[in-house]
Nanobody, 128 residues
Framework: QMQLVESGGGLVQPGGSLRPSCVVF????????IGWFRQAPGKEREGIAC????????QYTDAVKGRFSVFRDIAKNTVYLQMNSLKSEDTAVYYC?????????????????????WGQGTQVTVSS
């Protein structure tokens, strides 16, 4: 059974850092593309970062470019989202999801479409 489990969220002050992780089960992190998404209260879920199956391509939404980075540890079967210079507007539940239709260098953040298995989410709160 394919499953994704996020952890590593928490409460952090503005300007701080967090590194949520996404451990996958039933497949390997180099088998499919993985996306990171977030959903703030009252807002739609938005894509913020993705890592292609090949591991050679990443994409970021404009709001997090230069502050967030996505990478994987194949030995640990885990994908990470390094979040630096956090702002109050980054407060949200963060989700990882897997996209299985395309391989190679494909991944996207523009839509949740195509990501068909999701984790349960981890809360990130940025507040002083």
């Amino acid at each position: 059974q394919m499953q994704l489990v996020e952890s590593g969220g928490g409460l952090v002050q503005p300007g701080g850092s967090l590194r949520p992780s996404c451990v996958v089960f039933g497949f390997t992190v180099d088998q499919y593309a993985i996306g990171w998404f977030r959903q703030a209260p009252g807002k739609e879920r938005e894509g913020i970062a993705c890592l292609s199956q090949s591991g050679h391509r990443t994409q970021y939404t404009d709001a997090v470019k230069g502050r967030f980075s996505v990478f994987r540890d194949i030995a640990k079967n885990t994908v990470y989202l390094q979040m630096n210079s956090l702002k109050s507007e980054d407060t949200a539940v963060y989700y990882c999801a897997v996209e299985r239709a395309f391989g190679g260098n494909y991944c996207w953040t523009s839509t949740t479409a195509g990501y068909d298995i999701w984790g349960q989410g981890t809360q990130v709160t940025v507040s002083s």
